[in-house]
C-alpha cells in the first residue's frame, strides 16, 4: 500500500479505520476489565486473560458478521488489530488504579 497507488484520501481513510478499531476496542477493554474486576475478585493477570479472551471472542464474531454484509470484508488483520486495543485498554486501566492507589496510600495518616 503506498500514497501513489491508493492517493491521499484513501490512505488518510485506512489509518482513520484502523484507529477507530484501535480506539473502540481500547475502551471496551478498558470497561470489561472495570466489569470484571468488580464482579469477580481475581488477580490482575487473570483479569487481563479473561478480557482478551472476550474481546477477541467479540473481534471474531465481529468479523464474521462483516461476512455477511454486503461491501465489507472480514480481515484477520482486524482481529488482531482489536484484541491489542482491547489489551492495551485493559493494562492502561489497571495501570491507572495502580498509580491512584498508591497516591490514595501516601496520604493515609498512620494510625
Known sequence: MSVWKLGVPAFVEFFVRK?????????LGCLVF???????????????????????????????????????TP???????????ALMGAFVYDGTLRIINRINMRKKPFS
Open 19 to 27: 484507529g477507530a478499531h484501535l480506539a473502540v476496542y481500547f475502551i
Open 34 to 72: 472495570r466489569l470484571l474486576r468488580v464482579w469477580k475478585k481475581r488477580p490482575a493477570v487473570w483479569l487481563m486473560g479473561q478480557t482478551v479472551l472476550f474481546c477477541l471472542a467479540f473481534a471474531v464474531s465481529d468479523e464474521i458478521h462483516q461476512s455477511f454484509t454486503p461491501q465489507r
Open 75 to 85: 480481515m484477520f488483520a482486524d482481529v488482531l488489530l482489536d484484541t491489542a486495543g
